[in-house]
């Protein structure tokens, strides 16, 4: 509390916390190595451990001391790519007399380069989807143009007092264009998000079932999945970080990122031991430790990244996700795909349950009344009556798929939880948007457009999209695969339209409208 520096505080406030966790973790190592000396990822865990309590040392000494940390050089506010777009946005607005072209236009190129660099980055990551990736490089394109139509106007309007309409046209036109950019690096990045914590543990899981039963050769091969499961979250947690402005945020968000980093070898070790001595009380008891220590750190990720993410973006990408997965469910269904059906289940069941983890959160930062009971209605209805239902519906197919019986299990009621499972989700998201500005609701409504055109590009399994898959069925399950898909639109059409009713933002009245109302709710809960 003495020191002045409020990141050395936060360096031994960290390192002390290491030093608690590593301690436990190298009593527990400590302990298996006495009793099987000769296992070499025993050895290696140990040693890890001790580099780490080492490293919090040196963290706590060099902070008491006033010694930087030359090792953790955490990314500044101005280094993120949000940033860097905000005072782009503010750099171009210049006075036309004291514009001088020839430091002018290096200095705003040299930004903007900056910027598509990052933008280029994102394009570039095993997470972005095609579509994506093509649509950033043209918005990093028609930045560039834009910015030198701008250049030439301000050039054109030297010495004039006064911005002409042509400039103020150009300056109007890049601020759109980097908003259009920004909303492709959101959608990307929010889809990474939706994708990669969807379910964390698995992984985990498998290895270390496999470790139980002493599976030594299949021990490689789930190692290398769960370190690329690792990178995954890593990556994405960066990503986040790339285009948030909550300097604190992003901090927690890599200090976790960089844990679960220092932990995934450690954790394959403890697995890796435990497959060369599966009936050791000792090496079982470490796995534990491992599996809970690895979990509360993913835990922490996982909560960091969602406190820097918008729950507008999140929803309706999570929105887009569910419909996507809801449309593959049937089709499965229809091709007697056992594990594609599984699969896209699956994802629904842990997108809906990410959803309310995430409103439920959102929910805890406001004061009880109306709005927050309106909004955990919608969230207790989905996981106590519509989840159970749609699960209890997947195993009834899935048993009358594996049973050969599927011509006795009535498709239609499959359907239709499947629809509340998406009308639900769609709910939730309307009832977290009921408090938003217009200009809120303007922005988030940018996320909704070709919702369609994003289902029909995500990723599919085993290199075959859904659209292919219906080309080669009979034309009587074509017909009827066609039909329940025109029944998800309208569906959507007809909830889309009854909410545009009371989003629309030109209607003052309705915006009144529904401040009042909440306001009414409030007094109302208040006077009971």
């Keep these: 509390q003495d020191l002045k520096s409020s990141n050395q505080r936060d360096e031994i406030a960290a390192a002390r916390a290491s030093l608690k966790e590593n301690s436990s973790l190298l009593h527990s190592i400590c302990s298996a190595c006495l ?96 579509l994506h990736r093509e649509r950033i490089i043209a918005e990093c394109n028609a930045i560039r143009q834009a910015l030198q139509d701008l250049l030439s106007e301000y050039i054109n309007n030297a010495d004039k007092k006064e911005r002409s309409n042509a400039l103020n046209v150009a300056i109007d036109s890049i601020c759109k264009k980097t908003r259009d950019l920004r909303r492709q690096l959101r959608k990307a990045i929010i889809d990474h998000i939706s994708d990669s914590f969807l379910d964390t543990t698995v992984p985990l899981l498998v290895l270390i079932e496999a470790a139980k039963n002493g599976r030594e050769k299949e021990i490689k091969e789930y190692a290398a999945i769960f370190r690329e499961h690792t990178s995954r979250l890593v990556e994405v947690a960066n990503l986040a970080c790339s285009l948030s402005t909550n300097e604190e945020g992003t901090k927690i968000v890599q200090m976790a990122a960089n844990h679960i980093e220092t932990l995934c070898p450690q954790v394959i070790n403890a697995a890796l031991a435990l497959a060369a001595r ?86 805890d930062n406001y004061e009880p009344g109306a709005y927050t009971e309106g909004v955990m209605a919608n969230v207790q209805y989905l996981t106590k009556n519509v989840i159970p239902e749609f699960i209890s519906q997947v195993n009834i197919a899935l048993e009358s798929l594996s049973k050969n019986t599927l011509h006795l299990f009535d498709d239609n009621q499959f359907v239709d ?6 009308d639900t989700i769609h709910n939730i998201r309307c009832s977290v948007m009921m408090i938003r500005t217009p200009e809120e609701l303007e922005d988030v409504s940018d996320l909704e ?33 066609a039909e329940q898909v025109a029944d998800f639109k309208k569906v959507k059409s007809k909830l889309d339209a009854e909410i545009e009713i009371w989003d629309d933002t030109s209607n003052d009245i309705i915006v009144l409208a529904k401040k009042m109302c909440v306001i009414m709710m409030e007094m109302t809960d208040f006077t009971r």
């Design 35 to 130: 009793e099987h000396s000769d296992v070499a990822s025993l050895t290696a865990s140990k040693d890890s451990v001790c580099n780490e309590i080492q490293n919090a040392l040196n963290a706590i000494s060099n902070a008491s001391q006033g010694v930087g940390n030359k090792m953790e050089q955490p990314t500044s506010h101005t280094a993120t790519l949000g940033s860097a777009l905000d005072e782009l946005e503010n750099l171009i607005v210049l006075d036309p007399l004291v514009v001088n072209e020839e430091t002018i236009r290096p200095s705003l190129e040299k930004r903007l380069e900056a910027i598509i660099s990052g933008a280029a980055l994102l394009a570039d990551s095993s997470c972005t989807r095609d």
């Design 278 to 363: 599966p009936k050791s009380q000792v090496v079982k008891k470490n796995m534990e430790m491992y599996r809970s220590t690895w979990e509360n750190h993913i835990h922490v990720l996982t909560e960091a990244v969602d406190d820097i993410t918008s729950i507008d973006d999140f929803l309706a990408v999570s929105e887009s996700h569910i419909l996507e997965d809801v449309n593959k469910c049937i089709i499965a269904l229809r091709e007697q795909d056992v594990d594609g059906l599984d699969r896209a289940a699956g994802a629904i069941r842990g997108r809906a349950s990410r959803v309310a983890h995430v409103v439920s959160s959102e929910m």
């Design 417 to 422: 939880i499947s629809k509340k499972v998406y």
């Design 449 to 481: 457009e070709e919702q369609d055109t994003r289902s029909r590009t995500s990723i599919q399994t085993e290199g075959k999209t859904d659209r292919a898959k219906m080309t080669q069925l009979p034309e009587a399950e074509k017909e009827k695969i």
